[in-house]
């Protein structure tokens, strides 16, 4: 995958659990890709932008908050999500906090020395 462009893809497939019940089982599968193909747009229940953090695809069913829609993936694929993160968010550098030096002020006859 190239690291500028990578979208969530959520697919979710519905299908009889029972005939005589007629209630219904839902499947539900996630990918990263790098590009958004005309399969996803036309089966995938929702299509966020990782990099943007932008809804392509979801409107039609609700998914229109990028943070709420990556809470949710992360929430049900936290390894899968954990590996994203790792590759395309490395983590932040925390520089050293020191204590700020005050300076030194002299004053020598008519001229003030900062050091």
């Known amino acids: ?5 990578v979208f969530i893809c959520i697919t979710q497939m519905r299908s009889l659990k ?19 193909r005309k399969r ?40 899968q999500m954990e590996q994203l993160d790792k590759f395309f968010r490395p983590e932040t550098v925390k520089p050293e906090v020191t204590e700020p030096q005050s300076p030194s002020v002299t004053v020598e006859g008519e001229n003030v020395v900062v050091q």
């Open 18 to 36: 029972s005939k005589q019940a007629e209630s219904w089982q839902v499947t539900e599968q996630v990918e990263f890709v790098d590009q958004v």
């Open 1 to 5: 995958m190239k690291k500028e462009k």
């Open 40 to 79: 996803h747009v036309q089966t995938c229940a929702a299509i966020g932008d990782y990099i943007n953090r932008k809804i392509i695809v979801g409107a039609g069913r609700g998914v229109t908050d990028y943070d709420k829609f990556e809470e949710y993936v992360r929430e049900k694929y936290p390894k």
